[in-house]
């Protein structure tokens, strides 16, 4: 692409580099800003950085928060006694956004990987452990990663480290999608379907 000014080419280099985001697009985006106010390429740019530099953890559950403790922990209304887990703050919003929980999270901050040499000591696991440690109010644990080896190497490592407690542990259900014919699952969810079947009622 040539590009009739540098200061554009720049903006346009950086833009890009954001996930989803090719040169075409970039361009689009960075020529739409020029036609709004300054004030709000400012307003922008400032959240941008006010993101990068005021963001916390939170010190309890790991989600990304404004304060010390974000505001799931903080909420009265949320049921303290189940803490679902999770790969990363991503899957916090997914969950959420279903409107289905009400209990807390743990955010790992990522899966067992050996191949991406991501062992047990890298992710928020002992600080789960310790978290159970100081409270007798959570009564269910679940385990909500992804269905792949990663993530089922890692339910089974966390699954081990916290039998001493004797909570329930759950698992979520990974069946057929609503909908979906049986004929047309692949063997490993329909598998998984059946092994990790409920009560019909
Ligand atoms: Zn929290």
């Known amino acids: 692409m040539n590009f009739p000014s540098k200061l554009i080419e720049e903006a346009v280099s950086e833009v890009s580099k954001l996930p ?9 985006i960075v020529l739409h800003l020029l036609k709004r106010t300054e004030k709000e390429t400012h307003s922008l740019a400032d959240a941008l950085v006010a993101v990068r530099t005021q963001i916390h953890y939170c010190k309890k559950c790991h989600n990304i928060s404004d304060g010390e403790l974000c ?29 289905q929980y009400n209990g807390l999270y743990h955010v790992l901050g990522g899966i067992i990987s050996p191949l991406e040499g991501i062992g047990p000591s890298d992710l928020k696991i002992d600080s789960l452990l310790e978290r159970l440690q100081h409270t007798s109010e959570v009564k269910e644990i679940i385990l909500a990663l992804s269905p792949t080896m990663e ?24 069946g057929i999608p609503i909908g979906g014919d049986l004929e047309y ?11 990790s079947r409920i009560n019909y009622d």
């Open 20 to 28: 989803g985001i090719g040169k075409k697009s970039a361009l689009r």
């Open 71 to 99: 505001s799931i922990c903080l909420s009265p209304k949320r049921d303290a006694s189940v803490v679902c887990v999770v790969q990363d703050s991503r899957d916090v919003l997914a969950i959420e956004n279903t409107g």
């Open 151 to 174: 993530g089922d190497t890692t339910s089974f490592y966390l699954q081990k480290k916290l039998k001493p407690f004797s909570l329930k542990i759950s698992t979520i259900a990974r």
């Open 185 to 195: 699952a692949d063997e490993i969810t329909l598998g998984r379907s059946i092994v």
